[in-house]
């Protein structure tokens, strides 16, 4: 559905977002292989993490809703039961990696699908590792979904060097090995975020300028109380609108603030971003807080490779922050743009082209220099949500204001964009 924004004059007031979706799907998954009852509060409420959910359900655990969290029955170790019926992942890369890692380690064969957008997105970044670790695949020629996994009687633990920076496959290889008592260890370059490692307590070391974490069968999960803080990757829309909307501010309570997400914060405050952090607390070794925002002049600056893989996520409306900022707005050495829920790139591009501004497309990137020209335009999203709510928070920046395309993808991660905008903007 296309959906029209209007010019906001300003911003004001305070927000509490749903939990994190990168906590969320591991909070759900390390409940449902735990022995016994979990709870969760703050789940997020997007259609990714419902995917995860539905196939925790299908293969066994019990999940319910008792007044502000849920409940899930833990399968416990290699409990799981063989579904009945293909697995869907629908757009969520998450659910069809981590799972993966599994169900590489039980005692059946099972199948995964996803929607359009997904079976077109890399899995041979899984798939290689995993057969390492002995699991058979059966896939098409351009490893993508559908896949069937055919695990091995026991678990080969591995030593993996990652070619891509991406946690979902690190998550995928360090879940797949609690399955083992010998130490599986991936080996990363560049960190990226670390919700595995700390929700499960697992070791990282770092040596040489590279990152080791490891896990074995000692580390598999128990039965939890968890607490998932709010989205900070849905949180940086507010954020990036607060700041560029005339005497405004914002307080956005209890949200994530573990250090591998909010390369985006630092980098806005490096432009000149007023932003603070308050209340610190930690739940599951998951550092969260208060953050607070303020109308800032922003600046470009020169955003170095080693932080890409911290605010992949971000890049779309960090595009928007940057188009209002001094300077011209460069993004380099993020080709992974290319392989998530559009590419990125391209999207970002086409729509920023519809401004007259002067864009250049890279293999790795792209740079936006120029003024807007206010005139009325639609976006895409591309069918992607951060593209849509990216565009969105444009919109509300352009005089004349804006409309985007097929909106209703928003859904994924934060199907209460809309209302939250309409609580905090005038
Ligand atoms: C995620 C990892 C990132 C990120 C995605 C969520 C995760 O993907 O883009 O939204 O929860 O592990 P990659 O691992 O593909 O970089």
Known sequence: MKKQFKKIKQVNGELSLPGDKSISHRALIFSAMASGKSTIKNISQGEDVKSTMRIMEQLGSKITQELDQIVVEGCGFKGFKNPDKNLDCG???????????????????????????LSKRPMKRVIEPLMKMGVNFKSNQTLTLPFTINPPLKIIPITYEMPVASAQVKSSILIAGLHSDDETNVIESEQTRDHTEKMLGLPVRFENGKIISSSSKKYYPKANDYFVPGDISSAAFHIVLTLLSPNSELWIRNVSLNPTRIGFIEILKKMGAYILYENIQYSS???????????????????????????????????????????????????????????????????????????????????????????????????DHRIAMAFAILSMLMESGGEVNDFDCVSISNPMFEEQINSIAK
């Open 91 to 117: 757009n969520s890369g998450t659910s069809a990696r981590l799972i993966a890692g599994l169900l590489a380690a039980q005692n059946f064969n099972s199948t995964f699908i996803g929607d359009e957008s």
């Open 285 to 383: 070794n998951e550092k969260y807080g208060d953050v607070y925002v303020k109308s800032s002049k922003l600046t470009n600056i020169k955003i170095g490779s080693e932080i890409i893989p911290n605010i992949i996520d971000e890049i779309p409306i960090l595009t928007i922050a940057g188009i209002f900022a001094g300077g011209s707005f460069l993004i380099e050495n993020a080709k992974e743009l290319r392989v998530k829920e559009s590419d990125r790139i391209k999207s970002i591009c086409a729509n920023l082209k519809l401004l007259d501004l002067d864009i250049e497309e890279f293999e790795d990137g792209f740079s936006a220099t120029g003024n807007i020209k206010n005139k009325k335009v639609v976006f895409n999203s591309f069918g």
